[in-house]
């Protein structure tokens, strides 16, 4: 794309909405993930026009588009692996519209969860999907993976709250799909298709999202277990025994460690610990709720277990469960925490099998990995700390990914939860829904027919994701302590 | 150009893991709402930098030198990352390879000050200094971190801070008035 190309955009977007400086260039080739790769400008709209107008100049062309949220994506689904435009949507952040009569909030792709949710506390409803990541993430972005996160377990992942949505298609025509209905059968459903379709099927400009009411009680507690497996098993029981829990999260002794390190919260050095919360219009029932998952805890040898009603010690409970991934990179001096492997989702009664696994397959292949996560929803993260500096340290992850994602596959598990495909996860993810991945590639030809969103992505991402891209850590050998 | 003080903090720019925890609360970012403005942003361009895959140009040195050090981003970070302080190793070095950057720092208009000295004294960085062989006052910009004091106790308006960000004297009473109801 040459400067013809960039005075267009100017003339489109106007010059301060366009950049093409080698600086920025290099900070929007990289996302939460492990991969990097540079676009060849970076762009801004304001409107669904400006959006068009993009599609518009890029599709003949055949310039590759990459929707950008927040680029907190863990699996580099916003890296821009063939160059192109990366559309950095943060700009478009209005809350259109709050209609409490027919319960739905219209929202502007990149309007922040956490500022949703802000607006609309003051009404008492919240939007329940909200990944750990809340704080920066986008609404589009959140689409677009299908996200999900601590409330899931009770109140879905993000496709549970998407009602309808406005997307710009590759050529720059505008669509509107779903209803502001809570139900709807007119047809194919194809605001669900976009749900984690990673940018790779449209642009999504508008959402339509349903919020539910902010529960008057909610009661948090926190078992700890001196066995990882029985942790495992009492997560199986508790999800087993019909409980309408509102989170379970799991936290190994590597999270604990970790967290602790990083924020000094006193957590128990113990293998594991469950935290777990019912919530309710009526106290006692959430009493009923909660005594059950404690019951279940204590028979798995649970103890320690304490309780809170106190929204300031929920808050202080699970500050650490929030800010983990991040605190995970303090666990040993010169390990990195990087996104590899990291949140598969597993059949409930497998989840202790699997968190025992998972740190044999990292005892193998001489890396660190934790096993902790929304349990509740079935998703179990997990991180690989290893010395991103060193070459044989990444064939290590290479092993250890292939050889958990082998794992999760035979025991009926699934690639990913919730942070995506993008290009890690690629090569298992082929390999768990290979065949179905030629329907895949159909549809993406339906809706993109010269290949410019998100190209290089999903199905069609490299099948070793080392090589897919750049690695974003650079290999340094010659000084390392 | 030899980024020194950078290179000691390698390590520490090892361990970011680019989540953006920290662009949060970022006052820049909500300015410019550009991610090359964030403290993940910049961090990125450092270990480009260090890497020697960029040459250091004033656009980026500019860019580094945009910040009030608040501090949010440091308290954001659970990985421990000492943003403010690599940011500020890394404007010495700048300023070591003669770039010349205007930033968010603040400044002095030679024709309205009277070398009264206030701005020196009010400075609780003590990135301000009288010059009394050159008879000015000399702002030393690795200390300066934009909190705009100066230019509040300087009696002449000589002392000023970096118009753009919203923080500067005019720019504030434009705000509160524009919050009381007026233009
Ligand atoms: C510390 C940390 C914790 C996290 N915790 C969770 C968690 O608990 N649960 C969870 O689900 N995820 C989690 N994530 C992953 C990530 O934050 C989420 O997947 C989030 O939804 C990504 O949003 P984003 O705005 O950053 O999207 P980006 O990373 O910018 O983009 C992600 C993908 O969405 C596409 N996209 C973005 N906007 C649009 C749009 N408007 N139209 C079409 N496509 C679009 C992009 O092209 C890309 O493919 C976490 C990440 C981090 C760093
Ligand atoms: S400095 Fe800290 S908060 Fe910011 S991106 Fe890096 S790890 Fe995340
Ligand atoms: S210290 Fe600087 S970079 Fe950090 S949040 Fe404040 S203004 Fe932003
Ligand atoms: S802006 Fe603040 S730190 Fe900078 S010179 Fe003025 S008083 Fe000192």
Not at chain 1, 97 to 102: A, F, G, P, V
Not at chain 1, 466 to 477: G, I, N, Q
Not at chain 2, 67 to 75: K, L, S, V, Y
Not at chain 2, 136 to 162: H, L, M, Q
Request: net charge neutral; aromatic share 8%; hydrophobic share 35%.
């Amino acid at each position: 794309m040459g400067l013809v190309g960039i005075e267009r955009l100017k003339g489109i977007l106007g010059d301060e909405n366009v950049k093409t400086d080698l600086a920025d260039l290099y900070v929007y080739g990289s996302d939460a993930s492990v991969h990097e790769a540079l676009p060849w400008v970076v762009v801004r709209p304001h409107t669904i026009e400006d959006v068009q107008n993009i599609m518009r100049y890029a599709n003949p062309r055949l310039i590759p588009v990459v929707a950008r949220g927040a680029g907190s994506g863990m699996s580099g689904q916003a890296v821009p692996s063939k160059g192109g435009i990366v559309m950095d949507l943060k700009r478009m952040n209005k809350i259109l519209e709050i209609n409490l009569e027919d319960t739905y909030v219209r929202v502007e792709p990149g309007v922040v969860d956490d500022d949703l949710n802000r607006a609309l506390k003051s009404h008492n409803v919240f939007y329940p999907p909200t990944p750990a990541s809340s704080r920066i993430a986008t609404i589009g972005g959140e689409i677009a993976n299908n996200a999900s996160g601590v409330r899931s377990v009770k109140y879905g992942a993000v496709r549970d709250s998407i009602l309808g949505m406005k997307v710009v298609m590759a050529n720059g025509d505008l669509i509107n799909l779903g209803a502001k209905t809570r139900v709807e059968a007119t047809g194919y459903q194809l605001d669900r298709l976009m749900v984690g379709s990673e940018g790779t099927l449209g642009i999504i400009v508008e959402a339509t999202l349903k919020f539910v009411p902010i529960p008057k009680y909610r009661c948090m507690g926190i078992a700890k277990f001196n066995k990882l497996e029985d942790a495992g098993n009492a997560i199986s029981e508790i999800m087993s025994s019909g409980i309408n829990l509102s989170m379970l999260e799991l936290m190994d002794n590597v999270a604990i460690k970790a967290v602790n390190q990083a924020q000094n919260l006193g957590l128990p050095d113990v293998e594991a610990i469950l935290m777990f919360e019912a919530d309710g219009m009526v106290k006692e029932g959430v009493d009923i709720e909660v005594k059950k998952m404690m019951e279940s805890c204590k028979k798995h040898k649970g103890f320690g277990i304490e309780l809170s009603y106190d929204a300031k010690e929920r808050t202080r409970i699970f500050s650490g469960r929030k800010k983990l991934f991040p605190a995970l990179s303090q666990f040993k001096e010169y390990y990195s925490c990087t996104s590899l492997a990291d949140d598969m989702a597993v059949p409930y009664s497998k989840m202790a099998e699997t968190a025992q696994k998972i740190h044999e397959i990292a005892k193998r292949n001489n890396v660190i990995m934790t096993a902790y996560g929304h349990c509740g929803s079935g998703c179990m993260h997990t991180k690989i700390l290893m010395d991103t500096r060193k070459k044989s340290q990444w064939e290590d992850a290479k092993r250890a990914v292939f050889e958990i994602y082998e794992y999760v596959r035979s025991i009926g598990g699934t690639t990913s939860a919730e942070h995506g495909i993008g290009i890690s996860k690629a090569p298992a993810f082929k390999r768990e829904k290979s065949d179905s991945l030629n329907l895949m590639r159909a549809v993406k030809k339906a809706f993109d027919p010269n290949n410019i969103l998100n190209p290089g992505k999903l199905m069609d991402a490299p099948d070793d994701w080392v090589t897919a891209t750049s690695l974003r850590y650079r290999l340094d050998e010659k000084d390392m302590k | 150009m030899e980024f020194k003080r950078l290179k000691e903090w390698k390590d520490k720019l090892h361990v970011c893991i680019r989540c953006g925890y920290c662009y949060e609360h970022c006052h820049i970012f909500k300015i410019t709402n550009w991610e090359s403005d964030t403290p993940r942003g910049k961090l990125i361009l450092l270990y480009a930098l260090l890497h020697e895959e960029i040459e250091p140009t004033d656009y980026m040195a500019n860019k580094i030198f945009e910040c009030f050090n608040c501090g949010r981003c440091d308290a954001s970070c659970s990985a421990k990352v000492p943003v403010t302080d690599i940011f500020t190793d890394v404007r010495a070095d700048f300023i070591d390879g003669g770039f010349d950057v205007k930033g968010t720092l603040s400044h002095i208009n030679e024709d309205l000050c009277s070398k009264c000295g206030i701005c020196v004294s009010i400075c609780k960085y003590e990135a301000r200094t009288l010059d009394k062989e050159q008879n000015k006052i000399i702002i030393d910009k690795v200390k300066c971190r934009s909190c705009g004091g100066c230019e509040a106790a300087c009696p002449s308006g000589a002392a000023y801070i970096e118009e753009g960000y919203m923080v500067s004297e005019k720019e504030l009473l434009e705000q509160v008035q524009c919050y009381l109801g007026g233009k």
